[in-house]
């Protein structure tokens, strides 16, 4: 069993930036590829950014001019930074150990005027 707990989110106005983090429990976070997925309420969990055991990281085309994702294994933490906010970004936000079934409870983020 592996336990996430994500934080930093908030309601942020247009254009502003926002760093989420996620702490794991899981001994060998490092082995693991992560993930950061949003889930808008009615519509699909999507993923947005993913990074290997070895640093190397993907992105969602939508997303990949303003989010960065980033990890540090020795604090077993998984980060997204997200730059210029947007209206649709308004989404909760999990990360997940690729190819597990372990979510957290996800952070809110609220882009909004």
Not at 5 to 25: K, M, N
Not at 64 to 88: A, C, G, Q, V
Request: hydrophobic share 30%; charged share 20%.
């Amino acid at each position: 069993q592996v336990h996430l707990v994500e934080a930093g989110g908030g309601l942020v106005q247009p254009g502003g930036s926002l760093r989420l983090s996620c702490v794991a429990t899981e001994s060998n976070f490092s082995h693991y590829q992560m993930a950061w997925y949003r889930q808008i309420p009615g519509k699909q969990r999507e993923m947005v950014a993913v990074i290997t055991p070895d640093f190397t990281a993907s992105y969602r085309d939508s997303v990949k001019d303003r989010f960065t994702i980033s990890r540090d294994n020795t604090k077993k933490t998984l980060y997204l930074r997200i730059d210029n906010l947007k209206p649709e970004d308004t989404a909760i936000y999990y990360c997940n150990p690729s190819g597990t079934p372990f979510w957290g409870q996800g952070t809110q983020v609220t882009v909004s005027s």
